[in-house]
């Protein structure tokens, strides 16, 4: 198993490509503790690994709001006993457009995507000194390879995240640190909507989700498990000399 006895945090945990890498790093062997905003989500997450005979910890906290971001680490942490390994996904859209830009939904989505990664890196680099190394893994997105003409603050945000991977791939390598960030593309996940319909209309996010398709070689979504994969590979010691890599997992997209 790639993640025996790891102690793990995932954050963003409680549904799509996070959910799925909690139950993929229990089957590898790790102990989890799972952090979202949605407290029934977490439960019920709670319950499905337990009836899988697995117990994870888990800690409800908005991570877009700082306190609780750095407290929902150090408290994932303590559960845990230590920290080896940290995912920090949390992330949303963000606003459309950048016309008549509503300042507190872009606070919200920098918050989410730059700050909470930013702040939950430097609470983990703490507690994964202690263990002597680990491995951090941000999310970022295709859309922050390459510029998104429709979602110009999320490919911002994410951006920002590539930037702050290749930074810390190497402040943290004298740590026996590594720092790498999972790159997927449209994925199915209940996120999803958020960039295909964010209109509301229904035909509008099917002919969006078709356009964006076109353009993927091997012409589909994203799959959670396959992100949570990439995820597992890079925390795991089969990736011990990867550090400050940008992954992508998008079909083919970012290869045009």
């Not at 025996?4 to 790093?25: E, P, W, Y």
């Not at 110009?152 to 402040?171: C, D, M, N």
Request: charged share 20%.
């Amino acid at each position: 198993m790639r993640l025996a006895d790891k102690l793990v945090i995932v954050t963003a945990a409680a549904s799509g490509m996070g959910r799925a890498g909690v139950d993929l790093f229990l089957r590898e062997g790790a102990r989890v503790a799972a952090i979202d905003i949605n407290a029934e989500a977490l439960a019920a997450l709670a319950d499905d690994a337990k009836a899988k005979g697995h117990t994870i910890a888990t800690i409800q906290a908005d991570l877009s709001q700082p306190e609780q971001m750095r407290s929902s680490i150090n408290d994932a942490a303590a559960a845990l006993g230590g920290l080896d390994v940290l995912w920090a996904h949390a992330g949303i859209p963000g606003p459309a457009g950048i016309e008549d830009l509503d300042l507190a939904a872009y606070d919200q989505a920098i918050a989410l995507n730059v700050t909470s990664a930013a702040l939950g890196a430097g609470e983990a680099i703490k507690h994964m000194r202690k263990r002597g190394g680990g491995a951090i893994v941000f999310t970022s997105s295709i859309s922050g390879l390459m510029g998104s003409m429709f979602s110009p603050i999320y490919s911002t945000a994410k951006f920002a995240v590539v930037g702050l991977t290749k930074s810390l791939a190497q402040t943290f390598a004298p740590d026996n640190v590594r720092v790498n960030v999972v790159c997927p593309g449209l994925a199915d996940t209940p996120m999803k909507i958020g960039f295909t319909g964010r209109s509301g209309d229904p035909q509008e996010a099917e002919a969006n989700q078709a356009r964006l398709l076109a353009s993927v070689p091997m012409g589909r979504l994203c799959r959670p498990e396959e992100a949570a994969h990439a995820v597992l590979w890079l925390a795991s010691d089969d990736a011990s000399f990867v550090t400050g890599v940008a992954l992508p997992v998008d079909g083919g997209f970012t290869a045009r």
